[in-house]
């Protein structure tokens, strides 16, 4: 199986906040990656728009569906009812629910699925009867009783963050280490029905190693290091790139 590539497009967002400019052009750089082989955009829209801002939202919608209607559109965010009328307003084909505080940098941590069972089934079931399909964000060594919670939510998905596993880069020991883990709880969602996901620090370079480990992966969201490669190679080439180091 290969993992289709969602192109994160915060990062891109935030270097055109630096200036009152519309460039880099979010919807821009958008359609460059979907040309060349992302299956679809992410953003995750906090309240204080330090990157994308709720104004992006309708254009990348109409940019998917005018131009790539076969693509998919993932807003990631704590279910506020402010993110929830969003969701409503621009209709993403995936919704990924985080557990951090919106405030925060980024998010680093997944969800209390046994403690927060409840409160994800109603959001869970709100989004579906919206016809989104629903990701929750998991930790890299969810065990099964958080994976059994996780799946009694309603959602069809987890996405493991991979940022332990990101951060491994130059310690070989500690990213088989974290590869272990994300390994045995992929299997343990996959073996619940759940899809898989993956997303944070994701680069060339550690990509192909992920995908060996997580056999079902489905999806990866990559954007601070996609961007970042972009600088150097162009988005059209990262794109390329980082799909062919999907598998």
């Known amino acids: 199986m290969t993992a289709k590539l969602s192109v994160n497009l915060n990062a891109v967002a935030m270097l055109r906040n630096r200036r009152d400019l519309p460039w ?3 919807t821009g750089l958008g359609r460059i990656a979907l040309i ?23 254009e990348i919608r109409a940019l998917i569906d005018d131009e790539f209607p076969d693509a ?8 506020t009812e ?8 621009n209709a993403p084909e995936q919704v990924t629910l985080v557990p951090d505080d919106p405030s925060q940098a980024t998010s680093d941590h997944g969800w209390d699925f046994e403690g927060k069972g ?19 964000f998991c930790d890299p060594d969810a065990s099964r009783a958080a994976l059994e919670a996780a799946r009694a939510t309603g959602a069809d998905r987890v996405e493991f963050y991979t940022g332990p596993y ?15 883990k994300l390994e045995i ?10 899809g898989v996901n993956a997303g944070h620090d994701l680069t060339v370079e550690n990509l192909p190693a992920l995908a060996r480990a997580l056999p079902n992966l489905l999806e990866v969201s990559i954007g601070h ?10 988005m059209a080439e990262t794109v390329k790139r980082f799909v062919r180091a999907c598998g």
């Open 82 to 89: 402010e993110f929830l009328d969003l969701v409503d307003a």
């Open 36 to 58: 060349n082989g992302a299956h679809g955009l992410t953003v995750h829209p906090r309240p204080d728009q330090r990157h994308i801002r709720f104004s992006d939202l309708p």
């Open 24 to 26: 880099p052009s979010v």
């Open 225 to 234: 290091g996609l961007t970042a490669d972009a600088l150097e190679y162009g």
């Open 185 to 194: 709880s992929g299997a343990i969602a996959a073996e619940l029905g759940l």
């Open 118 to 136: 409840n409160v994800l089934r109603s959001v869970v079931q709100r989004l579906k009867k919206g016809g989104a399909r629903v990701s929750l």
């Open 72 to 79: 998919e559109f993932n807003m990631e965010g704590y279910p």
């Open 166 to 180: 990101g951060g491994t880069f130059d310690d070989p020991a500690r990213a088989a280490e974290e590869l272990g």
